[in-house]
């Protein structure tokens, strides 16, 4: 499996998989919400009421955006509260977006 980290203005076609991290208490994902891929933002509201996705630590929501070019599917990890935020929640993080990626016979991803 491969990871590719990316800026949104470069993601590159083909169905990848985009991972996005969110802290708990925030109403969307940042700081890529504010570029290019803010078309997203009404998808990821809609799935996210729907799941009662609330970006808690462990927490994930798949959601498949449609009309997006590019982007098969959107994969939010939650990262809890951001003032108890350290390194080794990130490393979870990432371990679940791996798993994740896994039960999707993904080839890559792209982390923005």
Known sequence: MKFTVEKPATLSKGGKTLVLFAFEGKKAPEPAWRTEITGLLPTFRIAAGNELFKAKEKSILTFYP???????????????????????????????????????????????
């Open 66 to 112: 449609v009309g997006r070019e590019g982007v098969k599917r959107v994969v939010v990890v939650g990262l809890g509260k951001k003032a108890a935020f350290d390194v080794e929640k990130l490393r979870y993080a990432c371990g679940s977006v791996a798993g994740k990626a896994k039960s999707f016979k993904c080839r890559d991803i792209s982390i923005v």
